[in-house]
């Protein structure tokens, strides 16, 4: 059932495949980026390449969320794409800082509009009842892409291979190919059959669906008839007034726990991944070549943490197992700072500790994004994505590079220490209000967990059930 619910989707992770992509290369060639022969770039300008990435991401997601919600899922998938793949194809002939500063702000675009989009799109087409651990299993795809930029970074700056002079180039390069590659296969996604119905379009939302439950019979046998239903009332897009509304009153205390879910783990990851391979080569004297060798364990805890964790958010619910990773990752990156800062770890030791941590942490991140995605009605939905996306990824996402950079630049442990000091303060915080405000959303439909704007607020009871349009 998981498995044909990604299939419908084509590849609904592709997004954070790229995002990880993109996010591990230039992690993993910071260093190299350091060098002479390459662009000389300072630490402090590598931090500020991944905070422009961030800024472009924000700017795409206000965008492109805006255009998802009027236009349609689908047709924002395809430009989305074919905006990150021309701008990581521009990249790999970056000349100086400048050029590749606008490079990663317009890939970034391209990445912050896949955001908004796909997210809604996820929740809108995956079963209450395993909504979860799909959504975060998806989201967990980053770290696909993560283990393969490391792969493609190791090999490529071998000097028996390309090196470092040409192979972050062609590095950026394979980026842009895969993404052609994925670029036909996404025609045939479908577009939301929720949002269809809110749009008025019934007979497409109705084909869509027949095609999923052809499929799913085909594989599980005959589905159990149902008879409730809701009806969406068509009605123009709301405006950005009537959303502010929505977020600020009608569901403040759900906006505020959105919000800290968001801030907080786009600090704490951009925090760490963008200057990972600074941090390896600074303080533990790792080959520039080396880097990539070290984010496989790395990327591993990241992918096995949504996969094993996302079913205790269908079953032991979304509040507590939000707290729970939360909580934990904070305690756990606190931990581990502490040792860095005291000189109790090596390079590898370093590394195993933050796949231990980031375990946890890419549950939880992923958690924000399946939050986001759920609590908010249909209409607004990818907005309210970009929204808060835009906000935690803002606030979080781009001090985060600068912050490290200018600490790791210091050469001072303790200062770097206090940076993940303050990361694991943010989480451990953002843990608790959702403990306290989360909202239960587990196995229950999405019009139940927020009744869309164009339906009676009573009519919610029969969430879930089919669906018509006036």
């Known amino acids: 059932m998981v498995a044909l619910a990604l299939a419908r989707g084509d590849s609904p992770g592709v997004a954070w495949v790229l995002d990880g992509l993109e996010v591990t290369l230039v992690g993993s060639i910071g260093a190299v980026l350091e060098r002479a022969d390459t662009l000389g770039l300072t630490p402090l300008q590598i931090g500020w390449a991944g905070s422009i990435y961030i800024a472009g991401a924000v700017a795409g997601a206000l965008l492109f969320g805006r255009l998802a919600d009027r236009l349609g899922r689908k047709k924002l998938f395809l430009v989305t794409l074919a905006i990150y793949m021309c701008a990581t194809f521009a990249t790999a002939f970056s000349t100086d800082f400048l050029f590749f500063a606008l490079c990663r702000y317009v890939t970034g675009l391209g990445i912050g509009g896949e955001y908004a989009a796909i997210n809604s799109a996820i929740d809108e087409l995956i079963?209450?009842?395993?909504?979860?651990?799909?959504?975060?299993?998806?989201?967990?795809?980053?770290?696909?892409?993560?283990?393969?930029?490391?792969?493609?970074?190791?090999?490529?700056l071998d000097e028996r291979v390309l090196g470092p002079a040409l192979g972050w180039r062609a590095?950026?390069?394979?980026?842009?190919?895969?993404?052609?590659?994925?670029?036909?296969?996404?025609?045939?996604?479908p577009e939301s059959p929720r949002w269809l119905l809110a749009h008025g379009r019934v007979a497409e939302a109705q084909r869509i669906i027949e095609q999923i439950e052809a499929g799913i019979e085909a594989r599980h046998g005959k589905l159990a008839a149902v008879s409730a239903g809701i009806t969406f009332t068509r009605q123009a897009a709301p405006s950005i007034r009537a959303v502010i509304q929505v977020l600020l009153r009608r569901y403040r205390q759900r906006s505020m726990v959105a919000l800290a879910m968001m801030v907080s783990q786009a600090f704490f990851y951009n925090a760490i991944f963008f200057t990972y391979s600074l941090v390896l080569t600074r303080f533990y004297a790792v080959p520039e070549g080396s880097v990539g060798l070290y984010i496989f364990p790395f990327a591993l805890g990241n992918?096995?943490?949504?996969?094993?964790?996302?079913?205790?958010?269908?079953?032991?619910?979304?509040?507590?197992?939000?707290?729970?990773?939360?909580?934990?990752?904070?305690?756990?990156?606190?931990?581990?700072?502490?040792?860095?800062?005291?000189?109790?770890?090596?390079a590898r030791s370093q590394a195993l500790a933050w796949s231990a941590v980031f375990f946890l942490a890419s549950a939880a991140a992923s958690s924000a994004y399946l939050t986001v995605s759920e609590v908010f009605p249909l209409e607004m939905r990818a907005l309210a994505i970009s929204i808060f996306y835009a906000v935690g990824t803002a606030a979080g996402g781009f001090a985060a590079p600068l912050l490290?950079?200018?600490?790791?630049?210091?050469?001072?442990?303790?200062?770097?220490?206090?940076?993940?000091?303050?990361?694991?303060?943010?989480?451990?915080?953002?843990?608790?209000?959702?403990?306290?405000?989360?909202?239960d959303a587990e196995r229950k439909p999405l019009e139940e967990v927020a009744a869309p704007l164009g339906a009676p607020e009573q009519q919610s009871a029969a969430a879930g059930q089919p669906c018509s349009s006036k």
């Open 303 to 346: 992918v096995l943490g949504p996969i094993m964790l996302g079913p205790l958010f269908d079953r032991i619910g979304r509040r507590k197992m939000i707290a729970l990773t939360y909580v934990f990752s904070g305690v756990g990156l606190a931990l581990t700072g502490w040792a860095f800062m005291l000189g109790w770890l090596d």
């Open 171 to 189: 590095g950026f390069v394979l980026g842009a190919l895969l993404a052609i590659a994925i670029l036909l296969v996404r025609r045939d996604v």
């Open 127 to 156: 079963p209450a009842r395993m909504r979860g651990r799909v959504n975060l299993a998806i989201n967990g795809c980053f770290w696909i892409g993560a283990a393969l930029g490391a792969a493609v970074s190791v090999v490529l």
């Open 404 to 439: 490290f950079g200018w600490l790791i630049e210091s050469g001072s442990r303790g200062a770097v220490t206090i940076g993940y000091g303050i990361g694991a303060a943010l989480v451990i915080i953002a843990g608790m209000l959702a403990l306290r405000y989360g909202v």
